[in-house]
């Protein structure tokens, strides 16, 4: 029931409804002022890197951030670095240290069952939307689909 009633919503009918901007940065754009972008937009768990025009470049996951910040808590970071040494990494890193360079991302004419398979596919929760020119217009989450799904699965 669920597939069928998303099959037919796009794409753009259902992003905005819960992020109305999604977090973009540069790739120049310092960590300290990362997290501020994040924290200043938490209805959100991804920032997207975008360069002058706003064409998607890359994509950082909350998840990535803090495993870049504490590689001590993670599994691939279990190799012991020096703690004055990690401060000052942190000090000099830069949104292109920790982005994704190949970022998966939907258009607003795909439909929302397409963007579920995106998502479910690269593990992620949310995915940016695109437009022809891979402009960042928008950002479409797992809330807005659920809210999809109870909009219109009575139709």
Known sequence: MAERVLARVKV???RDSVVKTPTTVGADCPLKKLL???????VTRHAYVVDEKG???GSIRL????GFMFPYLTREGAVERPVLG??????????EDIMNVNPAYVKDDMTVLD????MVTEGIVEVPVVDDGMRVTG??????????YLLHGDK
């Open 12 to 14: 753009r009918e259902v």
């Open 139 to 148: 950002e479409i989450n797992f809330m807005e689909i659920i809210k999809a």
């Open 36 to 42: 501020e972008e994040i924290i200043g937009n938490p």
């Open 86 to 95: 990690f401060l000052r990494d942190l000090e000099a890193a830069r949104a």
């Open 115 to 118: 963007a579920i398979r995106v």
């Open 63 to 66: 998840s990535a951030l803090l």
């Open 55 to 57: 064409v998607l470049t």
